[in-house]
């Protein structure tokens, strides 16, 4: 039965999923939301959702009441602080089902493992276990860098857009960490076309010197995630790329496995 959305309560309303509507609605925007750089206007949000401005400004009024969503001054929305908790707390435990892979990653390669998220725009470490050489890459989990100087930052936008990739850049900017950092968006888009035609990113001196990194997106993973092995140049050569590629996608198949099986099922 078409449903009136000026009348009965959505948090009353089932939602097909066997859930409840509103909260479907609430969540959806708040993805839409973050896909949008984090602030939008009621009307952007009408358009991307295909709901009633009534329905989405009663949404927002509650969500901006529990301080996931803030009214800016121009009267967009944006997402809230207390969205910064959960997003932490949700890190965390995706860092805590990593490490075992990410310690099979080290017994497999004999490099550092790690695993890095996309959070907003910006890469964070989530998770790392080192490696056993005395010589041996350390990065401190919770660590934010930008995507275009690291290898999880290409794996991570490879898949992304390039308007989307193009935007991303003018806000962050390119600065060189190193004389080897891409520093032009269309050096960056290349790159990413580079990645997504072999399957794994690679970062070639250009976060650090005398550092390589090689890393592969976990396909299917709720949010966007990256694994990654990184070591001294001399020992992550060539020749060993060719041997550990395939080891980091066959672990982050094993681990999308694992987030998708503690993912919610719905009925």
Known sequence: MPQSHASAPDAKTAAPSGGVQSLERAFDLLERMADA????????????????????HRLMRTLVACGYVRQQPNRRYALGPRL????????????????????????????????????????????????????????????????????VGKALLAHTSPPEVRALLARTGMPAATEKTITTPEGFLDALDVVRRAGYAVDDNEQEIGVRCLAVQVPNSPTAAAISISGPAGRVTEEATERIVPILQGIALELSATLASAAPQQS
């Open 37 to 56: 750089g984090g602030e939008v206007g009621l009307s952007e949000l009408s358009a991307a959702s295909g709901l009633p401005l009534p329905t989405i």
């Open 84 to 151: 910064i908790r959960l997003g932490e707390s949700s890190a965390r435990l995706l860092g805590t089902w990593a490490r075992p892979y990410l310690a099979r990653l080290v017994e497999e390669t004999g490099e550092t493992a790690n695993m890095a998220l996309l959070d907003g725009d910006e890469v964070v470490y989530v998770a790392q276990v080192p490696s056993k050489h005395s010589m041996r890459m350390f990065t401190e989990v919770g660590r934010r860098v930008l995507p275009h100087s690291t290898g």
